[in-house]
């Protein structure tokens, strides 16, 4: 009896250690160590496989219909499912509690030290980020944006802090940036206007749509249209 016990026991561990664990896409706490990226609207997720592969999470959860192909619309889609994740309150607006959770919880990656000033938002204004309720108080603040007129300015746009090390564009802190109008909440109008911005800065071709050799290095160099607004990279060039 006791030998058949045994068998048991051993049998069920087995079962365990045989399930494969699924990667993060940016649900619940970071958990473990591995490749980390931050996806255009500031979705983390993470897979310790091959390089590309925490990228190619998102971008198979967004190409909804599998063709290869992140269009307008599924881009928007994304942003509103993740917008969902983020109002935690379901009031209809990211709040600082909401960034809090964000920063603290969800993306702990992305935050760095505070150097007094909040990132800029994509309307071109400066944000408040602050700790407690101010929202987002270590999520990439002193970052400048745009071309700088000093060495130091320049130097600052060059050096990719935050989200910024593990996404596509250069922001710091991707949620907080959609804040256009600096009122320390972010609603589904200003996180969609945002994802509508990013699609178009990604869309290299104008074609409409995004594509894997389309897309550039995530957390590579930016180029910048001498605006505020976050430009990409053009694709990598890969030889034929």
């Given amino acids: 009896m006791r030998n058949v016990l045994y068998l048991g026991i051993a049998a069920a561990l087995a079962g365990c250690s045989s399930q494969t664990p699924h990667p993060q896409g940016g649900y619940g706490p970071a958990r473990g160590r591995g490749q980390l990226f931050i996806s255009p609207m500031g979705e983390p997720f993470r897979a310790s496989l091959k390089p590309g592969a925490a990228q190619d999470l998102w971008f198979a959860g967004a190409d909804t219909d599998g063709d290869g192909r992140i269009t307008m619309a599924e881009f928007q889609h994304d942003a509103t499912r993740f917008f969902a994740v983020l ?19 969800l993306a702990p990656e992305i935050r760095v030290a505070s150097g007094g000033r909040g990132p800029r938002s994509e309307g071109g204004g400066r944000s408040r980020g602050g700790r407690g309720r101010g929202g987002g108080g270590s999520g990439g603040q002193g970052m400048q944006f745009g071309n700088g007129d000093s060495k130091k300015g320049a130097t600052a746009v060059h050096e990719r802090i935050g989200a910024a090390r593990y996404g596509f564009f250069d922001l710091p802190e991707p949620v907080i940036a959609a804040d256009a109008d600096l009122n320390r909440g972010i609603d589904s109008g200003e996180f969609a206007k945002a994802a509508a911005t990013r699609f178009a800065a990604l869309d290299r071709n104008h074609d409409g749509a995004l594509t894997h050799g389309e897309l550039p290095r995530a957390g590579g160099e930016t180029w910048r249209n001498g605006s505020d607004e976050p430009t990409a990279p053009p694709p990598e060039r890969r030889e034929p």
């Fill in 87 to 105: 109002d935690r309150g379901k009031d209809g607006e990211i709040d600082p509690d909401d960034i809090a959770y964000y920063e603290n919880v």
